[in-house]
T-cell receptor, first 112, second 115 residues
Framework: GEDVEQSLFLSVREGDSSVINCTYT??????LYWYKQEPGAGLQLLTY?????DMKQDQRLTVLLNKKDKHLSLRIADTQTGDSAIYFC????????????FGTGTLLAVQP | GAGVSQSPSNKVTEKGKDVELRCDPI?????LYWYRQSLGQGLEFLIY????????KSGLPSDRFSAERTGGSVSTLTIQRTQQEDSAVYLC?????????????FGPGTRLTVL
């Protein structure tokens, strides 16, 4: 199937690290994405990883990819209250369409 | 425009009525997507337009849903005979190309409430 799974909720304290996990389904996906949806705002691409990479670091963000287990994670270091949002992982479903299959989203709540 | 725009931002309708939702993509973007976001359901792909190619309608949930994209720019999503389960936020996105990284830029969405 095309289900991309995420846990629904994560609560952390400000300054701690957050890890959001995702399990995807299509091993032929060439890119995997993390989108961020802030309250009252549209989705924005936060970061992405190409499928031939294991890890990508971008400032406070670290993306880990385990292709064998089809597992993707997003680590946010030194989490801030401004990081509170819903985070969606997505895979590009193979073929010419390049439609994205999104997970259900993880609500990250950062406690001060 | 600077980004993807959608109208209306909110729509309340009665069960059985038809609704039209509009999307204006970023100028020059050839790919346009519609998604539906329901509570606890994540984003559900509905339909994809790429240039002059036939649209990928594989995500449309029923034949009450249709979409068109005129002149390769503005798109309209039409829901006929709306049902309460159609209540959701309908998101439109556009991208510059249909392949590669395919960063999709999202509009703010239209919140549809069917009474």
């Amino acid at each position: 199937g095309e289900d991309v799974e995420q846990s629904l909720f994560l609560s952390v304290r400000e300054g701690d690290s957050s890890v959001i996990n995702c399990t995807y389904t299509d091993s032929s996906s060439t890119y995997l994405y993390w989108y961020k949806q802030e309250p009252g705002a549209g989705l924005q691409l936060l970061t992405y990883i190409f499928s031939n990479m294991d890890m990508k670091q971008d400032q406070r963000l670290t993306v880990l990819l385990n292709k064998k287990d089809k597992h993707l994670s997003l680590r946010i270091a030194d989490t801030q209250t401004g990081d509170s949002a819903i985070y969606f992982c997505a895979e590009n479903y193979g073929g010419a369409t390049n439609k994205l299959i999104f997970g259900t989203g993880t609500l990250l709540a950062v406690q001060p | 425009g600077a980004g993807v725009s959608q109208s209306p931002s909110n729509k309340v309708t009665e069960k059985g009525k038809d609704v039209e939702l509009r999307c204006d993509p970023i100028s020059g973007h050839t790919a346009l997507y519609w998604y539906r976001q329901s509570l606890g359901q994540g984003l559900e792909f509905l339909i994809y337009f790429q240039g002059n190619s036939a649209p990928d309608k594989s995500g449309l949930p029923s034949d009450r849903f249709s979409a068109e994209r005129t002149g390769g720019s503005v798109s309209t999503l039409t829901i006929q005979r709306t049902q309460q389960e159609d209540s959701a936020v309908y998101l439109c996105a556009s991208s510059a190309i249909g392949g590669g990284l395919n960063e999709q830029f999202f509009g703010p969405g239209t919140r549809l409430t069917v009474l």
